[in-house]
Each structure stands twice: as C-alpha cells, then as structure tokens.
C-alpha cells in the first residue's frame, strides 16, 4: 500500500503545485521609458543673381533661406 507522503507528493501534485505558485508571482517590470527626441535645425542661406546687370538699380537679387530639421 502506497502511504499518504507518497501519494501527497506525486510527480502530478508536484506539476499542480508548481503551476499554481507561478500564477502568483509578479508582473514583469514595465519597460524602460524612451529616451527625449532630440530635434537639430540647420538654417541656409544663398542668394541667387536673376538677369542682367542695371546701371541704375544694380543686379537684381533673389535671396532663399532654406531650414532643414532632423528628429533623432
């Protein structure tokens, strides 16, 4: 006859016993937060000369400001 530890402590208990002590454990931790996003801004200057040259207004001129932003 098998006694009472014996069939307490069965392979099957064991399992049930096991799975049931893993269901309470705690939450994985939340993930780390995201680094800040980080913003550069190149401004660009050029100035474009359109046409001819006027003996009374001088050349005329074209000035273009160009702004470039990149989010890292």
Do not use: W, Y
């Not at 064991?14 to 401004?43: M, Q, T």
């Amino acid at each position: 006859m098998n006694s009472l530890g014996k069939r307490a402590f069965s392979p099957l208990s064991l399992a049930f016993c096991i799975a049931i002590l893993s269901g309470c454990s705690s939450p994985p931790p939340p993930p780390p937060p995201l680094p800040p996003v980080e913003r550069h801004c190149e401004k660009i200057d050029s100035t474009d000369v359109l046409g001819e040259p006027r003996a009374e207004t001088g050349q005329v001129t074209r000035m273009t400001t160009t702004t470039r932003c990149i989010t890292q």
